[in-house]
């Protein structure tokens, strides 16, 4: 897709909530960014890299409590009667906190799980997840547990002739998911363009061949997975800031599911791939609602991976433009 | 001591329905190279299974047990034929994408027909537990490991004695010389899934009566299938018995000693260190991994 026809793209959506000042339709687009930015940092490691990655949300979630907690301020044992206290900070620098606690956990994760491949891999990512879940269930002084962190402070953004705002309004916050979607989306544009991202898309292709033209593909592979765990812990943040919420539910495996579902229907390894997909999926539940149960959207997502993964495997991005992007 | 004997004599029951569902996930992989996701949800499955023919249809407790693991295998062959069949010369990856719409589909369809409230399967067991010196064990918990046991035991006579268990065996060490040498693949596949889908039934009906059955307890078990199988090697069947009763007795013990709270974590986290350690697992099967 050109370029001017996505910056199109992006004043239409910048200019929404002044053409429609819905706020229902703003909150649900506000949280299908959110996971559209998720989408976006997970198609670096499943589109560009080719390794299905399914603890995604392990990377979310961390954002998401780090951010939270360090807005809230915390107060824990360390073991020897030493304790670790934090007090509230401004919500720029949980924002930042959760770039880096996921970021972290992205080159740990990737330096245990990148020795191993296929079916191993994916397994030792989900377990991950599973036990980062189990840590925010069971870490009670520290996460609430299943009481959840609640009375998160909303984002706020230092603006001209106004000084700190907090972002309470619903156009706020659409604007503000909107502003980070746009910068997740040229990060990983600039990071496939680079280096780097021909280093993927070679090992993706060929590893051992990669591999003997001198190509350091555990290297390249921590990289993309510490670079795309830092973009999902952003869009934990935001969310961690917009629901003003956190339960050890962010863990769950059905929020990877739905990334994965997005990045795969909107077409892996595109850059407009996860933003289509996230579109249609994160719209949808909304499409729904009222008409058919909950468990139905469940049902049509499920069927819809089959279907796409087994009749148009590419995507529909792919499907759209002809040319190879 | 006698607390650890009582933590041994528990592990022994939880290990032996998890060795069920590790050999059925581990049959699955090796034969069809098909990470199967929808493992939890067949357990799942069984457990409503058995509730709906014995508390809606009032059939006997052990018909029910049968009839359960029975439907559970239909339903296994009909998402092999359905699903994996037209998916046979794709890669490892798609498939789990499809395996995992499938469980999807599956779990949301369960709660759709039984609703979220968690059921309670009847059984016709005493409630007092039988006392063996500084051991106290629940009647119903027995019968789970006997009927386990034997089911492991039947599992491994049909393995080696039986033609189809010849061919499976053939297939899982190498699918196209086992197809050059007359074995059909296809039939393979779906006697294999079937069968793998199948022990997950009888895992999910035994151990319904025991907890109670609701539409989300296949997730924490089909993950704890995956370790289960990782602990053992992926693709070793011995090595899916013995992670099966390892996982059951870390559980037990660890949640006993250590800590109560992280009971289910020990599981995950133990897969961890053994893949970043030594990915083979503790009974390495023949095959390149990394």
């Given at each position: 897709m050109s370029t001017l026809l996505g910056w199109g793209f992006v004043a239409a959506l910048a200019a929404l909530p002044l053409l429609f000042p819905d706020p229902y339709l703003l909150a649900v687009l506000t949280s299908a960014g959110i996971f559209i930015i998720g989408a976006i940092s997970l198609n670096l490691l499943l589109?560009?890299?080719?390794q299905l990655s399914l603890g995604h949300v392990a990377f979310f979630g961390l954002g998401a409590y780090a951010s939270a907690l360090a807005t809230l301020g915390f107060d824990i044992a360390i073991g020897f009667g030493w304790r670790l206290v934090v007090a509230p900070q401004p919500v720029w620098l949980g924002f930042l906190a959760a770039i880096v606690v996921a970021g972290g956990f992205g080159w740990l994760l990737g330096r245990l799980a990148f020795r191993v491949r296929g079916a191993y891999f994916v397994i030792i990512t989900v377990c991950f997840a599973q036990v980062l879940r189990m840590v925010a269930l069971n870490w009670v002084e520290l996460?609430?547990?299943?009481m959840a962190l609640i009375s998160i402070p909303p984002f706020s953004l230092w603006w001209p002739g106004e000084g700190w705002i907090a972002l309470y309004r619903k156009d706020q916050n659409y604007w503000l998911v909107l502003a980070v979607a746009v910068l997740a989306f040229l990060l990983v544009r600039q990071v496939v363009r680079s280096r780097i991202g021909r280093a993927l898309v070679a090992l993706r292709a060929n590893e051992p061949l990669a591999r003997s033209v001198g190509i350091r593909v555990t290297h390249y592979l921590v990289v993309a997975a510490v670079i795309s765990a830092g973009i999902a812990g952003a869009a934990g943040s935001l969310f961690a800031h917009y629901v003003r919420i956190v339960d050890p539910?962010?863990?769950?495996f059905i929020y990877t599911v739905t990334m994965v579902i997005m990045v795969v229907t909107g077409?892996?390894?595109?850059?407009w791939g996860p933003v289509v997909g996230g579109l249609v999926f994160g719209l949808m539940p909304d499409l729904l609602r009222g008409t058919a149960p909950p468990e139905a959207q469940w049902i049509i997502y499920g069927t819809a991976m089959i279907l796409f993964v087994m009749f148009?495997?590419?995507?529909i991005v792919p499907a759209l433009v002809r040319r190879p992007s | 001591m006698d607390q650890a004997l009582q933590h041994l004599v528990n592990g022994t029951v939880l290990g032996g329905t998890y060795a069920l569902l590790g050999i059925g996930l581990t049959l699955v992989f090796g034969v069809m190279r098909v990470v199967n996701f929808t493992h939890g949800e067949l357990y799942a499955f069984g457990a409503y299974m058995t509730y709906a023919a014995v508390s809606l249809l009032g059939l006997d407790f052990y018909l029910s047990l049968a009839l359960a693991t029975l439907l559970g295998m239909a339903l296994g062959a009909a998402i092999e034929f359905l699903l994996l069949r037209p998916m046979r010369r794709a890669d490892i990856d798609s498939t789990m994408l499809v395996m995992i719409g499938a469980a999807l589909v599956l779990q949301n369809g369960e709660m759709w027909a039984w609703g979220g409230v968690a059921k309670l399967i009847p059984n016709p067991f005493p409630g007092t537990p039988l006392v063996v010196g500084p051991v106290s064990v629940l009647p119903l918990r027995l019968f789970v490991l006997v009927v386990s046991i034997a089911l492991l035991l039947g599992f491994w006579l049909l393995l080696d004695r039986t033609r189809i268990g010849m061919a499976m065996r053939a297939t899982f060490q190498d699918p196209e010389t086992a197809a050059l040498m007359g074995v059909r693949i296809n039939w393979v596949n779906s006697a294999t899934f079937a069968i793998g889908s199948g022990l997950a039934a009888a895992a999910g009906a035994l151990l319904g009566p025991v907890f109670m059955v609701s539409p989300t307890m296949g997730d924490l078990v089909g993950l704890k299938a995956f370790a289960i199988v990782i602990l053992g090697g992926l693709g070793s069947l011995p090595g899916a018995t013995i992670g099966g009763f390892a996982l059951g007795f870390v559980e037990e013990f660890a949640g006993g000693f250590v800590s109560t709270e992280y009971r289910d974590a020990f599981g995950f986290l133990l897969i961890i260190l053994i893949l970043a350690l030594?990915?083979?697992?503790?009974?390495?099967?023949?095959e390149r991994i990394g």
């Open positions: 589109g560009y890299t080719g996460t609430q547990g299943p539910d962010v863990f769950l077409g892996k390894g595109t850059l148009l495997p590419r995507g | 030594k990915p083979q697992g503790l009974v390495p099967a023949k």
